[in-house]
């Protein structure tokens, strides 16, 4: 285990060498082109370091953070891990959420909070821990929960990871469905604890049908998901093949979820970037006022 975790902090050190990279060139197969006037954002971009984060040291911790703080960036979307911050109803361990949250606020960073995973006693017997809980409500409660003990850090709230995909969903059927009901659910008990908050509905993978993005946001319309959430992020992965290859229609998807999207929306904002093993590039579509 040790050294699983070693490599995976080497894994994560490099991300901040891979976003630099990017920024200067594109790799396409075996040959580098040079980018054309590569810019950042209006609001800029930003690390997400995923599930190391939630058993690094503290030393380990506090390297990346000044690693990210050394470059450009300013976000870091941290992963809250609802099955390890409430192992047991009631019983709460922040430990490490407010070592990264702190960290990178007091680095000049703000915090991108991804609020996901289910602890065993709020899922169905049996199901794995990235799976939805039996009672949305439950979910609700914990992101009201952190809301209330980060509102002052924190105002921006991602609502799970990549539930179009099965591993990340704990492969439950109807995932739209079972998806937006979440969002039903802990939409309005976020905003009610913190009303100027930003909750974004959870950055979708690229990936076949029948869980393209695409595809996915339809049944989340069709479920009634507008107007329970602010933003909506995308995962377009490009790693490792680059922008032109498209690998399983990874950013050409990014215009056909907005096509959906503006069927019934206005606008739409290019708002986040963030790293995952590799380059990722990650977009948040703004509701709108809708």
Not at 1 to 22: E, G, K, P, Y
Not at 147 to 167: F, H, I, K, M
Not at 245 to 255: A, C, E, F, M, P
Request: glycine share 8%; with cysteine.
């Amino acid at each position: 285990m040790a050294a699983m975790h070693c490599a995976m902090s080497r894994i994560v050190a490099r991300a901040a060498t891979v976003v630099l990279l990017i920024a200067a060139m594109i790799v396409i197969g075996q040959c580098s082109v040079t980018a054309e006037a590569v810019s950042a954002p209006q609001d800029g971009y930003g690390f997400s370091v995923g599930a190391p984060m939630t058993y690094m040291s503290n030393v380990d911790a506090d390297r990346e953070l000044d690693a990210v703080a050394k470059t450009r960036a300013t976000w870091l979307r941290v992963l809250i891990d609802w099955h390890l911050v409430e192992p047991m109803p009631g019983a709460f361990d922040w430990g490490y959420v407010g070592h990264w949250i702190n960290g990178a606020r007091q680095r000049g960073l703000n915090v991108l909070g991804l609020i996901a995973y289910t602890p065993d006693w709020a899922r169905a017997p049996g199901s794995y821990f990235s799976g939805p809980p039996v009672d949305p409500s439950t979910y609700a409660a914990f992101a009201a929960k952190v809301a209330q003990r980060y509102g002052d850090r924190v105002t921006n709230w991602e609502l799970w990871n990549e539930p179009n995909v099965a591993l990340f969903f704990g492969n439950v059927p109807d995932r739209a469905a079972q998806y937006t009901t979440l969002l039903k659910a802990a939409y309005p008990a976020i905003k009610a604890v913190q009303p100027n908050s930003t909750v974004i509905a959870a950055g979708l993978s690229r990936a076949w049908e029948p869980d393209s993005p695409p595809t996915f946001v339809s049944a989340m319309y069709a479920h009634g998901a507008k107007g329970f959430f602010d933003a909506m992020a995308m995962h377009p992965d490009v790693y490792p093949s680059g922008l032109a290859i498209d690998d399983d229609n990874g950013w050409s998807d990014v215009d056909r979820v907005h096509a959906v999207r503006q069927r019934t929306l206005l606008q739409h904002d290019v708002h986040l970037v963030s790293v995952r093993r590799g380059p990722r590039v990650q977009i948040d579509h703004r509701e709108g006022g809708a």
